[in-house]
């Protein structure tokens, strides 16, 4: 009743048998049978790369929820840094100030952030794909008997390259 544990029935004991657990029920797809044995070490199977993966992932989770100390999965890097021998600038400490990560990752990591890419060609970019397909075209067709027409015939496979 309501998935609630029951006392085993007075007939049971009259009829001479024993109340025992329900067989376990086999997965029913290949998911199923990862989940179950992801939480129950002792369920045998083949296991796979998800499955591998899967495992991983549940230890280092649990480890972070634990009360062990921060490993390489909480960020803990190895880089030292001494804040008595380093010169911030002003705006070093805003940066600092805003978001921690943004700082460690600009200064201790070196990493640049990606630039927006534009919609559109800037002038300057523009002007230096004109001068190196001319360049590139006027390569190929500086011995021609008429290098005009030769280099416009060029001009496409000339800008593909450049």
């Known amino acids: 009743m309501n998935n609630q544990p029951q006392l085993p ?34 369920v045998a199977g083949d296991e796979d790369e998800v499955l591998r993966t899967a495992r991983h992932a549940w230890r280092v989770e649990r480890r972070r929820q634990g009360s062990e100390p921060p490993d390489e999965y909480d960020g803990v890097t190895a880089l030292g840094l001494d804040p008595d021998t380093r010169v911030f600038s002003a705006t070093q400490l805003v940066t600092l100030g805003q978001c921690p990560f943004k700082w460690f990752a600009q200064r201790l990591l070196r ?24 360049e590139k075209a006027l390569a190929r067709t500086r011995h021609a008997p008429d290098v005009c027409t030769a280099a416009l015939a060029a001009l496409e496979e000339s800008f593909a390259e450049a």
């Open 111 to 134: 990493l640049a952030e990606p630039e927006e890419t534009a919609e559109e060609v800037s002038p300057l970019l523009r002007g230096k794909l004109y001068h190196l397909t001319l």
């Open 9 to 42: 029935s007075p007939f049971l004991a009259a009829l001479g048998l024993a109340a025992t657990p329900a067989p376990r029920k086999p997965p029913a797809s290949p998911q199923e049978a990862r989940g179950l044995e992801l939480r129950d070490p002792e």
